[in-house]
């Protein structure tokens, strides 16, 4: 099955600076990567996702990143806040007919600083 | 519109019982997976449920089931509970359009089971 390798585990920038978690994935088949954020005591919450036709795509402070030559795929976020503060999951997925089963990175706590 | 919506919010039970789950998706959404996440496994795939057929199913025992109703509610049960299966089970729907169509998985808040 797929598997999917997250880096790093922890990170902490100063509010105002940028922030990237990156994501390697196994299976070549995979077409459907989506970023979930988590904060404490909820549910993920999905913030930006790409398709394998789709080398990068952008929404506000967030954008997603997909090499798919490298298997691999990156989160950025610029102007971090201390609100963005929460574990990040990265996620690979080979979507058919119906949702898939989605393979999940090991989470990235961000820590932003006021 | 009403999000994905978990029953109960917590849960304790001892070694031995059994524990029922429910998820009611996002309206329309036909869908449901259901994810274990613990600290230290992370998020598991448990099992998928399309149109009231499980589709796809994670590496875990026999003693975690599920079933998914006409109006695609989902529950999901274990039995024989383990001190291990204390975790967060999440609920996610999700609604595929057209074959072959990625779609994004909406996820509840989790039911976090306590088993002692």
């Known amino acids: 099955g797929e598997n999917v390798e997250q880096h790093p585990s922890t990170l902490s920038v100063q509010e105002g600076d940028s922030a990237v978690i990156k994501c390697t994935y196994s299976?070549?088949?995979?077409?459907?990567f989506p970023w979930y954020k988590q904060e404490l005591g909820k549910g993920p919450q999905l913030i930006i996702d790409i398709r394998s036709n789709v080398g990068e795509k952008k929404d506000q402070r967030i954008a997603v990143t997909l090499n798919k030559t490298a298997k691999h795929f990156s989160l950025h976020i610029t102007e971090t806040q201390p609100e963005d503060s929460a574990v990040y999951f990265c996620a690979a997925s080979w979507r058919g007919s119906t949702l898939g089963r989605l393979y999940f990175g090991r989470g990235t706590q961000l820590t932003v600083w006021p | 519109k009403a999000g994905v919506t978990q029953t109960p919010r917590y849960l304790i039970k001892t070694r031995g019982q059994q524990v029922t789950l429910s998820c009611s998706p996002i309206s329309g959404h036909r869908s449901v997976s259901w994810y274990q996440q613990t600290p230290g496994q992370g998020l598991q795939f448990l099992f998928e449920y399309f149109s009231e057929t499980q589709r796809n199913k994670g590496n875990f025992p026999g003693r975690f089931s599920g079933r998914q109703f006409s109006n695609s509610r989902s529950e999901m049960n274990v039995s024989t509970l383990e001190l291990g299966d204390s975790a967060l089970y999440l609920c996610?729907?999700?609604?595929?359009?057209?074959?072959?169509?990625?779609?994004?998985?909406?996820f509840g808040q989790g039911t976090r089971l306590t088993v002692v």
């Open positions: 996610a729907s999700s609604s595929p359009r057209d074959r072959g169509q990625n779609t994004e998985a909406f």
């Open positions: 299976d070549s088949a995979s077409n459907y």
